[in-house]
């Protein structure tokens, strides 16, 4: 079949298991040669073609809500409903998105990015259905996903109401985006281990007199409960019926009839093999193919960028241990995305992975510090989002020095609006402690990070943008550092620029080419703010404020704030208004927002003539 041709998951209702094995082949063929050119989630989506497929069968979508976490496993889904076609797109400008869109298609209940909602937004459908024609919920929900505080607290809190009987699917491929870690993946190991649910079936129904031989009745339960052990889901308020393997269309059917039958809280324990099909994907325990660039298919090639700023601060870190200073490394789960890999392997006993647990790895980190020890916390900025309060209220009202990257500041390109890195500074720049820095180079960063660990006794974020950048071993090891305060990167009469980061650079030049005199201030340090050199503006030529964030509470209305008591230039500040932006390039974007430096020098020329 061409996977094109299809509208609706309609269809499925009158397959059955070769017609639905031969659809999988299909569909696992279209998105290996789609996605080796446009890139994407990759080993995820081949983990959950069979899965996907059963349950577009089973349910009936949208009146039955498929609740995806995350949403990066949503490929097959979209497939389903009608949107291959449009799969040359994918997270390109304008393009398909990455993750549910309800804009996209009514199959698109919930949309997320951010992982561990899946079950708190069950939650609410589940609570809607009196007052809206729903049908059954399932939270489809990964291994990785799950052990989030997130996505435990709403399981708890969802088993205090076995009325609503929500069908939880757990997706367990044994791998979060790379190694799995905490102790839930260790019980979910033991439950595998346990023989079949198809074995244990077999033997409750051999234990259980005729006449009560209904599936679900309490006291197969009971018998099956004793059979498998007391499973934490169970614990929680859930019947739970697995391990089932996730590639055995037979196995799944009868557990999704199972589940709709059944009148309690429902978890249904899938096994699946992440990058099923792909041979190198299914190989990779690092976590390389969960999101790729595109990748030869022939060869299993991957595309690679450049160095980037993860790579920087990953071997800034592995620098600093080689030369016989002492740190841990935390990563909420990142270890592939903050190019962890080699710090891992060489110092596994210094690298912290606490698993999609952003506001424990914030806390602990920040405890951790407190001790005495030098700690670097590599987070993307959208994660940070999960953990304000841990910041706020454990690492800088303690003043603890734990030094904190946050990674992927800015526009990050093809993830989209849940992953831009635009939130971060409103939401940091107020609480009292912090040192905030965005260095506009490698050699920059470097400076700065021997300034936060070295010099300074507090609580001290970087941010770094995705992009690449060249840096040699050298630079890595300058054991010079920058304390606070800005730079005057070029002087000049008739308007004056403040920015930060990357675009520093590309202003200097482009100011330069155009032969604009104007005074350029590169605030390497947000916070806190340069007075002195704040003091030395001209009030009477225009001040324009770049930053790659949210305006409203950003870097620019904190400049604006220190001009309201003062005699005040022109002020025009240029981000994000009140929005959030969508997926694709960079540099589009920026163009689009009026953002790049080629904009930016527009805005000034033409206050420049203004005035
Ligand atoms: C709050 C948050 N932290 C980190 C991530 C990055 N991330 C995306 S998918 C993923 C792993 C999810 O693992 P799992 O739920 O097992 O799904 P799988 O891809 O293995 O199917 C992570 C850590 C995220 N999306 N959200």
Redesign the pocket.
Known sequence: MDVKDIKAPGFLKEYGVSECEALAEDIRRFLIDTLAGTGGHFS?NL??VELTIALHKHFDSPHDKLVF??G??GYVHKILTGRAEQFDTLRKTDGLSGFLKRAESEHDVYEA????TSVAASAGMLFAKGHADIGHVVAI??????Q?GVALEALNFLGHYPQHQPIIVL?D?E???GE?VGMLSKLLTNVRMRRGYRRIRRRARSLVPNRFRNFTSRIERRVKGFLTGYTYFESVGYDYFGPIDGHDFKQLFKAFEVAKRNDRPTVIHVRTV?GKGYTPAEKDKQGVW?GVSGFEKANGRLKTGGLTYSNLAADYMLNRLDSGKDAYVVT???VPGSKLMDFKEKHPDRLIDTG?A?ATALTMAGSLAMQGVDVFLTVYST?LQ?AYDQLLHDVARHGAPVVIGVDRSGLVGADGDTHQGIYDLPMTLHIPNLTIAHPKNPEEFVRIMNYAFDHCDGPFLVRYSKETCEYSADVVNTQESYPPGWMEERQGRDATVIAFGTIVEELSEIFAHRGLDVRLLNARYLKPLDEKTLSTIDPEVPLVVHEESTLQGGFGSAVADYFLERPAPRIVRLGFTDTYVEHGSRNTLLRRYGLDAKSVADTVEALIDAA
């Open positions: 995820s983990g959950v976490d995350v990066h496993q990015g951010h992982s561990s929900i990964g291994d990785g996903a799950l989030s997706n491929n791998m979060s985006i799995n992440k969960h909420p789960a990142m999609i952003e994660f999960r």
